[in-house]
């Protein structure tokens, strides 16, 4: 792997540990508990950032994988937001961390400057020129969650992320 390549995964992977750093010591309520007007709650981001942007960015678009292959939650409405019932808050972790190993293995196995597999398939009108912009696609999108649930984390106990 080269130094762009590790200095990239390095980036992404110090922002997917604040992810779940800040979840760290709430409980199963307060991890289904939407602080945001919009109705989001924290584990619903994180099934997010596993399916949405993981999942998606580097096992379907990336490496190839079927769209059609997108898992959603049991019984759910809203898909990859929304928890199935059964679903705990260690299933939708375990589930990003499978999500970020996998991702890691396909990124360091690809070249950077390679297209992505699917470059006709996916939504938008974004050039998608090689996998070094979905990286910083990916980098951007996690860092953003990060602080959304920063912020949602400061709302139920006041803990911060940078004074703890």
């Not at 390679?114 to 980098?139: E, Y």
């Amino acid at each position: 792997m080269n130094d762009e390549t590790r200095a990239l995964i390095d980036c992404l992977d110090g922002h997917r540990e604040h992810v779940l750093d800040i979840l760290n010591g709430l409980s199963d309520d307060e991890l289904r508990t939407s602080k945001m007007p919009s109705g989001w709650d924290p584990l619903g981001m994180v099934r997010h950032l596993a399916l949405d942007v993981e999942h998606y960015w580097f096992r379907c678009i990336v490496a190839g994988e079927p769209l059609s292959f997108f898992p959603t939650a049991e019984g759910s409405e809203g898909g990859e937001w929304r928890l199935g019932e059964n679903e705990s808050p260690e299933d939708v972790f375990n589930l990003y961390r499978s999500e970020i190993e996998r991702s890691n293995a396909i990124i360091a196995s690809t070249p950077l400057l390679d297209p992505p597999a699917q470059r006709d398939t996916w939504w938008g009108d974004w050039p998608v020129a090689n996998v070094r912009f979905i990286i910083l696609h990916v980098i951007g999108e996690t860092a953003c969650h990060a602080g959304h649930l920063d912020a949602t984390r400061e709302l139920f106990d006041g803990r911060q992320y940078m004074s703890q």
